[in-house]
């Protein structure tokens, strides 16, 4: 008989528990010591900041290139030879490394290796204390042990390593690069209009933007995420698929390519309490700081401008969440909304209030013309830059672009009268031969064929219900960290799971009704469980994600 295969997936790419992302909980333990061993700081070698202003002053008006806060120092400096170790009587230790770079507003890190044991914690903080990031676990251990830390306020950084008497010695870090931050884009200068925010005519995500969006407005604002690439930043939005899985799916220009994607860091929900909308007067600053590290390239094309990833570093049920629907129809809209960090600012939205036009045009520094929704002018609010990659949406609140570039820019409290570009979502969906320049395997894996898909919570309230009566079931068990392969065919099944790179990581033949495959020692990530049916060839491939440590 032919295989049928049928895939239901519980739970799958369930978003991560309170220690599966970066938890802002806990301190480091040299805080609790009053006796600890002296440590001289590294101290980092200036630039010429002037020259990197000057290039900035040309480069900001240019929404096809990333927007940059923060220029790269290379270092080589970790466990084996630099910083000191503290050890107690119970085996337990730590290391701390110090960090001086006269000057910076802020400083992140990449680590070129980061791979530490379960119970092992690194913390980053400042000289005074006043700004805490950690702890960061094993669930950010990646094949290519690679990390990109989220920013601490000011121009003296500590990092210290917790590394309990069980798993000693089996932690491996080291720093290649320190990013300076010489325009702050953290909480501390927002608000004080410093160099690199945005403009006055820019609206708050929480100011109005018409009855008719303002409620999908409130939930597609909880998808939208600022990204930090090493030393520059743009927009991107969590984005929905076909399963409705909250597989963490993360949409974005393909233009936004400093640094790998592996070491990318994300922030969630920064949103004003307190909007200022389309005024001089300042934003009140968000408190939250829901933040997470490491992504993978999933597919890009600069026919379109876009990039999908999948965010490797864990997603808080905590943060309320939203994943934006879309619309791979070339239908024109006749209105579009934007949410987006522009200049690296507190969340923003922008409408415009005419059908757009689809036109294909050049845009800065993308190598050809992209096919593009074009935003003729503004009539609210403004992108600028820092908000490239922030998604476009239709009346239904549907993804159908994300920003490439353009012209358009405040002029005061109002904008310029300049367009922006948009490269279209229905080009993105099924262009070029693989599934690496297009959409549509990603989002609609189980080809349903679906042209329009709705926001999460919105398919979440009318779900669709698996087909029964199928001979092959593969689902995968968030919660217990264990993918089940249930046979009820007359038939050997051979399976093979490989991991985000290619790598075999298991394999097997099932003969009987089940076979339960314990994922729990897998690094966190994505995996491929492909299954054959011996008898006659039939194959099918299935993604999961192993996103929580037990």
């Known amino acids: 008989m032919i295989l049928k295969f049928k895939l239901i997936v519980l739970g799958l790419l369930c978003v991560l528990g309170a220690s599966a992302q970066v938890s802002n909980e806990g301190v480091p333990v040299s805080w609790g010591l009053q006796k600890k061993k002296s440590i001289v700081p590294m101290l980092i070698k200036k630039v010429d ?5 000057a290039e900035d ?9 990333p927007w940059r806060f923060g220029y790269e120092v290379n270092v080589n400096f970790g466990l084996k030879n630099s910083g000191v170790w503290d050890e107690f009587p119970n085996g337990d230790r730590i290391w701390r490394i110090n960090f001086i770079s006269e000057g910076a507003k802020t400083m992140n890190f990449i680590f070129d290796t980061y791979k530490i044991p379960r119970g092992a914690t690194v913390y980053l903080y400042n000289n005074d204390r006043s700004d805490l990031l950690g702890a960061y676990t094993n669930i950010f251990n990646r094949p290519d042990e690679m990390l990109g830390t989220w920013l601490v306020q000011g121009d003296n950084v500590w990092i210290e390593y917790f590394e309990p008497a069980s798993v000693a010695g089996q932690g491996e870090l080291n720093i290649s690069k320190l990013i300076h931050g010489y325009r702050s884009i953290t909480d501390a200068e927002v608000n004080q209009k410093a160099l690199g925010s945005s403009g006055d005519c820019n609206q708050d995500v929480d100011c109005t933007v018409g009855a008719d969006f303002d409620p999908l407005k409130e939930k597609l604002k909880h998808s939208v995420a600022f990204i930090v690439m090493q030393g520059f930043v743009c927009t991107g939005t969590l984005i ?3 399963s409705n899985d909250k597989a963490p799916y993360f949409l974005t220009a393909n233009h936004c390519n400093a640094g790998a994607e592996s070491t990318w860091a994300f922030r969630f929900n920064w949103i004003s309490p307190d909007p200022s909308c389309g005024t001089t007067a300042n934003s009140t600053d968000a408190t939250v700081n829901q933040t997470t590290s490491g992504a993978t390239l999933l597919a890009s094309n600069p026919e379109s401008d876009f990039k999908l990833l999948n965010l490797d570093g864990g997603l808080d049920d905590s943060w309320e969440l939203e994943w934006a629907g879309w619309d791979r129809t070339s239908t024109a809209p006749e209105y579009a909304v934007g949410i987006h960090h522009p200049n690296a600012d507190i969340m923003k939205v922008c409408r415009e209030n005419n059908k757009l036009k689809n036109i294909k ?9 992209v096919d593009s929704w074009e935003i003729a002018d503004w009539d609210l609010g403004v992108t600028e830059g820092g908000s490239s990659g922030s998604a476009l949406f239709n009346p239904e609140g549907r993804i159908v672009g994300q920003l490439s570039g353009g012209g358009a820019a405040c002029s005061g409290t109002t904008d310029n009268d300049l367009a922006d570009y948009y490269g279209r979502f229905n080009i993105s969906w099924n262009f070029g031969t693989t599934d690496a320049t297009r959409l549509s395997n990603w989002l609609d894996s189980a080809n349903t064929g679906r042209a329009t898909l709705n926001m999460l919570s919105q398919e979440k309230e009318n779900p669709t219900k698996p087909v029964d009566g199928e001979d092959v079931v593969v689902y995968f068990d968030a919660s217990k960290a264990v993918i089940t392969i249930s046979n009820s065919a007359v038939s050997i099944l051979d399976y093979i799971i490989y991991d985000i790179s290619g790598q075999q990581v298991d394999s097997g033949r099932l003969s009987n009704e089940k076979e339960e495959i ?13 299954v054959t049916n011996t008898s006659n060839g039939a194959s099918f491939t299935k993604k999961i994600i192993v996103s929580q440590r037990f």
Do not use: E, H, Q, W
Not at 49 to 53: D, H, N, R, T, V
Not at 518 to 530: I, L, Q
């Open 49 to 53: 900041l002037a020259k990197i202003k």
């Open 518 to 530: 314990n994922m729990v020692n897998r690094s966190a990530g994505m995996y491929f469980v492909y």
């Open 57 to 65: 002053a040309k480069n900001d008006i240019d929404k096809s290139m």
């Open 361 to 369: 045009t050049s845009i800065g520094g993308i190598p050809i013309p």
């Open 240 to 242: 929905n698929n076909t």
